[in-house]
C-alpha cells in the first residue's frame, strides 16, 4: 500500500534535508521544490527517491553546498555555466531562466553547463520555456555509462535525455521526455525491486542475445532506440550537452551510482525558442490545439483505447496527484525515514 | 550491371534537364551540384533518382521556377524564410548560409522556411556547417505521411528527418542522417523493386501484425523508432520544421509522389551553432577525435568486424565514388535516359 504526500509536505521534507546536510536555505527550497515536481508529474525516478544518493554524496564531499556559477563565455544567443559542482538543479535552472532571457532578444538562446551534476528529469527544464510561449529543448550527459557505440562492447556512452516543451492553447502543452535508449537505467532497476522480467528488446547481453532477468543487467547493455540511429542519437546528444561545453563524454563520465566523491563535470543544455519572433504566439498555439486534436481523434487500431500526446501522462498524474497526493512506496518511505533519523529531521509522515 | 557516371558529369546533366525544364541557369547548377552530392555521398534515394519527379512537378506547375525567396521575420539569432514555392534545395542553401552569418555573432542561429520544397537529404544542409568550424542541425517535415499517431491508423505523421554534423579534428566529421522511423520510405520501394521482403520492425498492417511484403507497403504503416519514443519525436521534428514555420503539418501535408500539382508548403529548419563561442573550436575538434578513437576503439560483440562513426559509411562512398563514379543502376538509367529523350538533351551516358 503506497503513502499518499502531498506536494507542499514532500518539497517542505527534502528543503529540510538539505539544509541539514549543510545547503543554503534559498537553495534547499529551490531544489526542494525541483524535485517535488518530478514527483508528482510521475517522473518518480528523478524525484525524492534521489535524495538518500544526494545525500551519500553530499557526506561524501562530491557537491559543492555553495557553488559559484560562473557565466564562462557569452554571446547574444549563448552562454556557457561552470557550475562549480553544485547541484544540477541549480545550475540548470540559472541555465533555462538565462536562455528565456536572451531568446526574448534574439529569438533563440542556447545555455550549455560544465561542472554541474545530474538535475533530475530532462523535462523540468524544457518546460521552463512554457510560461513564456516559448518552446524548450534540453540535452544531458547522463551521470553513467550504459550503452556501448552500436556492434561494440565497452560502455562509453549513457542514455543521454532529450526533453522539449511546446506550449498548446487550450490544450495541454506537448511535453517530449525520453533517453535515447528503449528503457531508461530506472526502469530496469524498477523491474528488478519488484522482482519482474524485462520485455525482450529493453537490454541484450554480451553476445548480442536478449537479456530479461533485471537481476543480470549489469551483465549486458541498454538498448538503444532504433538500433544504430539511437547510438548515433545518444552519441550527438552527449556531443551537444557535454564535448561542447568541456564537460564529461566517453570514458570521462564518472558512474554516479558507484561513486560518491570525484567531481562528475555534468554536461547539459538548455535552448529556448521565442515564438513570438516567428510570428505570434497565439496564432502558433491554437495550430498546435488543432494538430493534437487531428492526431488524438484518429482512427485507432484494435484493442488500443486512446491516443496519447508527449506528456499527457504525465499532466494526468500532476493533476490527480496535487488533488489526491503523491503516491510513495513503502522501500522508498522506509529509505527516507532512515535518512530522517540520520539527519534528526520530522519523519515524511509525522 | 551498375554503369558508373563521374560526379561532373552527373552535375552537368542535372543541371541541363532543368535549365530546359526553365529554370534560370544559375538555380539550375545550384540544385544540380546539391543532388549530385547527395548521389556522391550514397544518399541514391535523394539524388539524382528525384529528377523525372521534380520534372513532373515543374511541368504540372507545382515549383516556381523563378522564386522570391523573402525573409519575413528575422531577429538577430532567427530568421524565417518563405521560400515562394521554389526548390527546396535553394530555400534551405540559403537559410543554411543565413544561419551561419548569423551564428558568428550571436553563438546560435536557427533559419525556417515555409512554402519550400522537397531539399534532398538532410545531411546536405547539416555538413554545410562544417567548413565554418560550426555544428549544424536540420529537421525537415517530410513530403507525405507514413506514420499514424502511436495506436492509431490515420497517417498524419511523416518520416521527418533530423540531421547533424559535427567537425572533428584529424578524424572524419561526425554526421547524423536519420529518418525517426525505422525505415525511410524510400528503403521500402528499394526492396519492393529488388522483389525482397522487408525485414520485421519496418512496417506494420493495421491490425498491428508486422508487414514483410514491401508490395503490401500501402496498406500499412512505417515503424517509428523505439516505438511511441519515435512517434514522440515525428512530432516534434514536425513541430518545430512545420508548424513553428507557419508550414503543413499533419493533415496539410501533400503527398508528394501522388500529388505534381498543389503547393506542398513544406517546412524545414537549420540551426547553426558557432563553436568558437563555447571556447576554441580547434580544442574541440581534438576532443572529438579523442571519442571517435574511444569508440572505435571499442572492444567488439562477437561477428562484428567494425565499430562506425555516423556519416562515415557516406564518407567512404564519397572517396569510392569520387574516384572511381558514382553507380546509377539499370532502371534508373533508363528513366533518365527517357527524360533526355523528351527534354531533347544528351543522354547521361554518351
Not at 37 to 49: N, P
Not at 220 to 227: Q, S, T
Not at 296 to 310: A, L, N, Q, Y
Request: glycine share 12%; charged share 25%; hydrophobic share 45%.
Amino acid at each position: 500500500m503506497n503513502a499518499k504526500i502531498s506536494f507542499d509536505r514532500l518539497r517542505e521534507f527534502i528543503a529540510c534535508a538539505f539544509s541539514k546536510l549543510g545547503m543554503p536555505d534559498g537553495d534547499a527550497r529551490i531544489v526542494a521544490a525541483l524535485m517535488a515536481e518530478a514527483d508528482l508529474q510521475g517522473s518518480d525516478g528523478h524525484g525524492v527517491i534521489r535524495l538518500p544518493q544526494y545525500a551519500r554524496r553530499i557526506r561524501a564531499g562530491g557537491v559543492n553546498l555553495s557553488p559559484q556559477i560562473k557565466v564562462v563565455r557569452e554571446r547574444a544567443g549563448m552562454a556557457l555555466l561552470d557550475g562549480d559542482n553544485g547541484m544540477g538543479h541549480l545550475v540548470m535552472r540559472r541555465a533555462a531562466l538565462m536562455a528565456v532571457e536572451k531568446a526574448r532578444n534574439t529569438g533563440i538562446a542556447w545555455v550549455g553547463s560544465q561542472f554541474s551534476n545530474h538535475a533530475g528529469p530532462a523535462s523540468l527544464y524544457a518546460r521552463m520555456a512554457l510560461p513564456h510561449d516559448m518552446i524548450g529543448l534540453y540535452f544531458a550527459v547522463g551521470n553513467a555509462n550504459h550503452l556501448p557505440p552500436w556492434g561494440g562492447l565497452d560502455m562509453l556512452l549513457s542514455t543521454n535525455p532529450i526533453a522539449v516543451a511546446v506550449p498548446a492553447g487550450e490544450e495541454a502543452a506537448v511535453v517530449l521526455d525520453m533517453a535515447t535508449t528503449v528503457a531508461a537505467y530506472g526502469k530496469v532497476k524498477a523491474k528488478a525491486q519488484r522482482g519482474e522480467l524485462m520485455p525482450e528488446g529493453w537490454m541484450m547481453d554480451r553476445e548480442g542475445k536478449p537479456l530479461l532477468d533485471p537481476k543480470r543487467a549489469e551483465e549486458g547493455f541498454l538498448l538503444p532506440i532504433g538500433g544504430y540511429k539511437g547510438y548515433g542519437l545518444s552519441l550527438i546528444v552527449g556531443i551537444l550537452a557535454g564535448t561542447l561545453n568541456g564537460a564529461a563524454m566517453g570514458r570521462e563520465v564518472i558512474d554516479f551510482n558507484h561513486d560518491d566523491a570525484s567531481v562528475t563535470n555534468t554536461g547539459q543544455a538548455v535552448c529556448m525558442i521565442d515564438i513570438d519572433a516567428w510570428g505570434d504566439s497565439a496564432g502558433f498555439k491554437t495550430r498546435i490545439d488543432t494538430l493534437v486534436r487531428e492526431l488524438r481523434d484518429s482512427r485507432r487500431m484494435p484493442g488500443v483505447e486512446r491516443i496519447w500526446m508527449p506528456g499527457e501522462q504525465s499532466r494526468i498524474k500532476r493533476e490527480d496527484y496535487a488533488r489526491e497526493g503523491i503516491p510513495l512506496a513503502p522501500a522508498l518511505l522506509e529509505s527516507l525515514d532512515k535518512l530522517a533519523g540520520e539527519l534528526g529531521i520530522s519523519r515524511l509522515l509525522a
